[in-house]
């Protein structure tokens, strides 16, 4: 039988040497046997057949896999969702490691008791219970020492593995028993995933996220803000306990699939990119379980179709290619955007600037007003403008045409420019909060009047309707509040003829 099919052995071998993956059932290589050898590390190039019964599902062991990560993506990423606010990362990580020992304890201790030591049931139960244990060595050093959380999951992490790894090297060397497969617990093994699994895996997700939405009020609190949630009655350790129960839970429930190493991705990657889309939670949320779900799909549906990839490493990889383009171009914290935003910004704050120059300019001749008959303000030169902030005309130039296409200057042959009505109530305006800044500043902060000018420029951009209402209370009463207040230090004293 060996002799008859050697390209299945070779290929099981070169399989198990990479890592576990979801492979399809009685596929030919097509690299002849013969020029193949037991260090080959190639990838073939799947032919459309293979593609075709992939994408169509007709492999009853791809259906079950499929089916079975990406609920498992789903459940990662809606608890990550929480322990990523609650800036416990990590935790998962942690806690992934801590059923490392369980599982070697389980599978010795059931194997001299003469029982199946590899029975999933057995091993499940043996994570469980070191997962929880290392929970409450997390919460007691947390709790009882000066330490800090992440020195905490430091130790926890550590000092389980090691274990673990010890454990699982007395289990090789034990007489009885056969413990080859034990460390699919630690790369994972999704190809070997039943039925069973993946119904575990589902029921265990819909649990976890039934606790997320009934919980959601409860949780959202402790993420933000732990004390004012103890102060309002909630039980904030029970909170946590029910937080970390369902981290174990996914975790057990993921070993099968990526294994503990890479359990902490499936945990922290769907919600890290999440974060990059909203700032709303119940959307994050939403967000988070969606990019778990495709990431485990997409990855176990790639290693299905390239069979000498690992399924655990493809699903991480591609969440980590999701976290990349929601870094880059997610629209509410994504890198492009804020640079798109950040570039708009500084552009209106140069707008502003330069129709603020322009009213101080007309000011300082006492002509800021706007001619009845065409609607437009006395006439101001570049050459003026130049020299009060040190624009080159190129700049000035830029931010003169700027101005003039949303309708607040237009610009004359002679070389000047002039604000229009509705530029001319809009600089009106920027003066006007521009010198309530000039006043906090100068009451409170300490700031001289004479360098109080370019610190009320740093910061009049985020003046709020609040803070308007109260700086306007500490000006002189006036019969038109509209008036702008003069400046608390010189403007322009020498006024230039049109």
């Known amino acids: 039988m060996i002799a008859a099919r050697p390209s299945l052995v070779l290929l099981l071998l070169v399989t198990a040497t990479l890592g576990p993956s979801v492979a399809i059932a009685d596929e030919q290589p097509t690299t002849p046997t013969s020029h193949r050898s037991i260090t080959d590390r190639t990838v073939d190039w799947p032919t459309w057949q293979q593609w075709r019964r992939v994408l169509l599902l007709e492999d009853y062991n791809t259906r079950v896999v499929l089916l079975g990560t990406t609920l498992l993506g789903v459940a990662a990423g809606a608890v990550g969702n929480f322990t990523l606010l609650r800036k416990r990362a990590l935790m998962g990580d942690a806690l992934s490691h801590a059923t490392l020992p369980g599982v070697g304890l389980a599978f010795v201790c059931t194997t001299l008791a003469g029982g199946d030591g590899k029975s999933l049931p057995v091993l499940l139960a043996g994570a469980a219970i070191s997962g929880v244990l290392g929970l409450a060595a997390i919460m007691f050093i947390r709790n009882a020492t000066r330490l800090k959380e992440d ?67 409860e949780l959202r609190l402790l993420c933000f803000d732990e004390a ?79 069979p000498k990839l690992p399924s655990g490493a493809m699903i991480v990889l591609v969440a980590t290619a999701g976290f990349l383009l929601s870094m880059f171009f997610g629209p509410a914290r994504g890198i492009v955007m804020r640079a798109v935003r950040q570039w708009r910004m500084e552009l209106k704050v140069q707008r502003h600037h330069l129709l603020r120059a322009i009213y101080e300019l007309l000011e300082a001749r ?94 009049e951009h985020v003046l709020d309707a609040e803070m308007i209402a109260e700086l306007e209370s500490l000006l002189p009463q006036r019969n038109d509040k509209n008036v702008v207040p003069p400046s608390l230090h010189p403007t322009f004293a020498t006024p230039s003829s049109e």
């Open 228 to 306: 004012f949630a103890g102060s309002r009655g909630y039980p904030v350790v029970l909170l946590d306990v029910v937080l970390m129960v369902l981290v174990v839970t996914i975790t057990l429930v993921g070993l099968q699939a990526v294994g503990l190493i890479l359990m902490v991705a499936m945990l922290v990657i769907p919600a890290s990119a999440a974060r990059f889309w909203t700032e709303r939670m119940a959307v994050m949320a939403v967000i988070s379980a969606t990019i778990g779900a495709l990431s485990a799909l997409l990855g176990a549906g790639m290693s299905a179709v390239f």
């Open 366 to 459: 006492g002509t800021n007003q706007v001619d009845g008959a065409n609607g437009e303000s006395p006439l101001v030169r570049v050459s003026e403008l130049t020299a009060m902030r040190s624009w080159s005309s190129r700049q000035l130039g830029s931010y003169m045409r700027r101005a003039q296409s949303h309708g607040l200057v237009c610009r004359d042959d002679s070389g000047g420019v002039r604000l229009t009505r509705r530029g001319f109530k809009e600089s009106e305006k920027l003066t006007y909060d521009h010198r309530l800044w000039e006043l906090f500043l100068t009451r409170y902060a300490d700031i001289a009047p004479s360098q109080v000018d370019r610190a009320a420029d740093a910061i």
């Open 151 to 217: 020195a905490a999951l430091g130790i926890v992490l550590s000092v389980s593995f090691g274990a673990g790894i010890a454990v699982l090297g007395v289990a090789q060397q034990m007489k009885t028993g056969h413990s080859a497969g034990l460390e699919g617990f630690i790369y994972g093994k999704a190809a070997s995933m039943g039925v069973l699994d993946a119904q575990l895996i589902g029921i265990t997700g819909l649990i976890a996220a039934i606790v997320c939405m009934l919980l959601f009020k």
